[in-house]
């Protein structure tokens, strides 16, 4: 079997567009709307990479950050609790809250809001994940690069593979395959979903990128695929599956997966393969959507 590598830009750049305005402060601009924000806020679970990814722009911008984290794994491990996004977090000067699993996070980030306005400020909320038609247009601009790669080098593209959570990812690259017309199908491998939920929740999103695009209507309900078989005990709780991947790929590849998102995606692909969905000649691309750095936050779960 071929493995091909692409290295795809549109993942590595947070979908936050700013411009310097006459009077030296940043306008932000996160959805349709810029507004002239000192303040971020948003929310995710403890060991969040897009919680991490909002700090780290947030500092190059000079935004003030104030994250939520969700204590959804109920794990009192130091290292999950302190180390991996959590210490990149603070790091990169973010305020973190901490609040019980089961939290309303929406409406906990509009009692921030509120609170930061009585004092003056002019916050702005990105939803959990960035999982809104504005998060999703960086995977819209993933699945144009990935195409524009395989079309350079002739390579056909079968299947694309990916983890799928909070929904932004794969709705974006639905909504982008769509709008090239690429014909490559999407498998969402489920992080803490069923996969009716999933699928539900994807399809809603994919629907409202499209709407956002200009090309309305345009995702068929078929082309929404996920798979629920390989959550495990629940989000952020390692299987063994999620283990063998992340170490298989360390060890034949040198790659780094993470063991809440790609580690399980790469374990259901795996899984998939082993149980013979693909015929060989097919050519599947693994959408490595990275967060290495919570590998550190499972310290335990890797060197037992
Ligand atoms: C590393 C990683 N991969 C995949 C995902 C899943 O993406 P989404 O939440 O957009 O479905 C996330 C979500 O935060 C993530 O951090």
């Given at each position: 079997?071929?493995?091909h590598?692409?290295?795809?830009?549109?993942?590595?750049?947070?979908?936050?567009?700013?411009?310097?305005?006459?009077?030296?402060?940043?306008?932000?601009?996160?959805?349709?709307?810029?507004?002239?924000?000192?303040?971020?806020?948003?929310?995710?679970?403890?060991?969040?990479?897009?919680?991490?990814?909002?700090?780290?722009?947030?500092?190059?911008?000079?935004?003030?950050?104030?994250?939520?984290?969700?204590?959804?794994?109920?794990?009192?491990?130091?290292?999950?609790?302190?180390?991996?996004?959590?210490?990149?977090?603070?790091?990169?000067?973010?305020?973190?809250?901490?609040?019980?699993?089961?939290?309303?996070?929406?409406?906990?980030?509009?009692?921030?809001?509120?609170?930061?306005?009585?004092?003056?400020?002019?916050?702005?909320?990105?939803?959990?994940?960035?999982?809104?038609?504005?998060?999703?247009?960086?995977?819209?601009?993933?699945?144009?690069?990935?195409?524009?790669q395989?079309?350079?080098?002739?390579?056909?593209?079968?299947?694309?593979?990916?983890?799928?959570?909070?929904?932004?990812?794969?709705?974006?690259?639905?909504a982008?395959?769509?709008?090239?017309?690429?014909?490559?199908?999407?498998?969402?491998?489920?992080?803490?979903?069923?996969?009716?939920?999933?699928?539900?929740?994807?399809?809603?999103?994919?629907?409202?990128?499209?709407?956002?695009?200009g090309?309305?209507?345009?995702?068929?309900?078929?082309?929404?695929?996920?798979?629920?078989?390989?959550?495990?005990?629940?989000?952020?709780?390692?299987?063994?599956?999620?283990?063998?991947?992340?170490?298989?790929?360390?060890?034949?590849?040198?790659?780094?997966?993470?063991?809440?998102?790609?580690?399980?995606?790469?374990?259901?692909?795996?899984?998939?393969?082993?149980k013979?969905?693909?015929r060989?000649?097919?050519?599947?691309?693994?959408?490595?959507?990275?967060?290495?750095?919570?590998?550190?936050?499972?310290?335990?779960?890797?060197?037992?």
């Open positions: 079997m071929a493995v590598s692409f290295l795809l830009n549109a993942m590595t750049v947070p979908v936050l567009l700013q411009e310097e305005t006459k009077h030296g402060n940043w306008n932000f601009c996160w959805g349709r709307h810029c507004k002239n924000a000192d303040t971020i806020i948003t929310q995710g679970a403890t060991q969040s990479n897009h919680v991490r990814q909002t700090a780290a722009i947030c500092s190059k911008l000079d935004l003030r950050c104030e994250i939520l984290l969700e204590h959804r794994t109920g794990s009192e491990d130091p290292d999950y609790l302190e180390n991996g996004n959590v210490l990149l977090d603070r790091l990169f000067g973010a305020n973190i809250l901490s609040v019980p699993a089961g939290t309303d996070m929406d409406a906990a980030m509009e009692e921030t809001a509120a609170e930061i306005r009585k004092n003056g400020g002019n916050p702005y909320i990105i939803p959990g994940g960035g999982s809104s038609p504005t998060g999703a247009l960086g995977y819209v601009n993933c699945a144009m690069e990935l195409v524009g395989a079309n350079d080098r002739s390579l056909r593209i079968d299947h694309l593979v990916t983890a799928t959570g909070s929904a932004g990812t794969q709705a974006g690259l639905l982008g395959l769509e709008g090239t017309r690429s014909g490559i199908p999407v498998l969402g491998i489920c992080v803490n979903a069923d996969k009716e939920t999933q699928e539900g929740k994807v399809f809603a999103l994919a629907e409202k990128t499209a709407e956002f695009l090309i309305p209507g345009s995702i068929k309900r078929e082309s929404v695929v996920a798979n629920g078989d390989y959550v495990g005990p629940g989000y952020g709780l390692s299987t063994d599956g999620m283990i063998e991947a992340v170490q298989l790929l360390a060890r034949e590849e040198g790659i780094l997966l993470d063991p809440v998102y790609s580690g399980k995606g790469m374990a259901g692909l795996i899984d998939l393969v082993r013979g969905k693909y060989k000649d097919e050519n599947i691309v693994f959408l490595h959507t990275g967060g290495s750095a919570g590998l550190f936050a499972y310290r335990k779960t890797f060197t037992a």
